[in-house]
């Protein structure tokens, strides 16, 4: 009888542990099976460009990324700061951001002296930064500026307190890696500064001058919003020139990759 009992005991502390590693290895697999679910979403969209170019390709990427942060931004109805009773997303075009994230991410050491034509060396990047987006979602510049658009934590917590509804990540190295993050304080980025410069410039500005507008933005994004301020309203219409030299460098170079894409 004894002999009997020990037996059942043995026999029912195997059954609980075969039950407990079921459980264990149902959890693994559902893991495994979410990770390659994410890994298949990322790179879906080269399956959907198959036939085109390299570069174009990773064009495309970029404008998926944006296309994905922007439809964030509209589910948490994200008001903009810049233009009153529209949401973010409509306000700030996913252009402007794709070729901010080129820019940020050339080789300018290449751009400047390469004997290569300089659209060879954005459609280059272009490739590079979708080939290797883990790479380039963990770039840490020499100043601290991190990810694939370069920002740095001070303005990173000034946007994330800013824009509350956009729920960014509140550790910045976090959010830097992760990529439609990264594009969503971006383009919230790009509106508070469009906030600050309309404030200051609103009356002597038309929609015909959006492409001024533009090249005001993008030298904010590069040195600041009151760097540009001070250069408009000291210099008009030479405003460019009292800038720094890495923002006249960056001006340049926007312009040859708005041409391309």
């Not at 697999?29 to 990770?35: A, G, Q, R, S, V």
């Not at 490739?127 to 100043?143: L, N, P, T, W």
């Not at 008009?236 to 990759?257: A, C, M, Q, V």
């Amino acid at each position: 009888n004894e002999s009997q009992k020990k037996c059942s005991r043995i026999s029912v502390k195997i059954c609980k542990n075969v039950k407990k590693s079921n459980v264990l290895c149902k959890k693994k697999i559902k893991k495994n099976y979410f990770n390659c679910l994410k890994n298949i979403k990322k790179r879906a969209r080269y399956l959907k460009v198959r036939n085109k170019k390299n570069w174009e390709k990773e064009l495309c990427y970029l404008e998926t990324l944006l296309a994905e942060a922007k439809r964030e931004l509209k589910k948490s109805k994200v008001s903009s700061r810049a233009a009153s009773g529209k949401l973010v997303a409509d306000v700030i075009p996913s252009k402007i951001v794709v070729a901010i994230s080129i820019n940020e991410n050339i080789d300018r050491k290449l751009f400047k002296k390469s004997k290569l034509s300089k659209s060879k060396i954005i459609k280059k990047t272009m490739y590079e930064i979708g080939s290797k987006y883990d790479f380039y979602s963990r770039r840490v510049s020499s100043d601290g500026a991190k990810g694939l658009f370069q920002q740095i934590s001070s303005s990173y917590n000034v946007i994330s307190k800013r824009y509350p509804g956009a729920r960014l990540k509140k550790n910045f190295n976090k959010g830097m890696r992760i990529e439609r993050n990264a594009a969503k304080a971006s383009i919230l980025h790009l509106d508070n500064d469009l906030e600050f410069l309309l404030k200051k410039f609103k009356k002597n500005f038309s929609k015909s001058d959006i492409k001024i507008m533009r090249r005001y933005l993008v030298a904010s994004y590069n040195c600041g919003a009151h760097r540009v301020k001070n250069a408009v309203l000291n210099h008009g219409s030479n405003w460019e020139k009292h800038l720094p030299l890495e923002t006249r460098i960056y001006l340049k170079n926007f312009d040859e990759i708005w041409k391309v894409i």
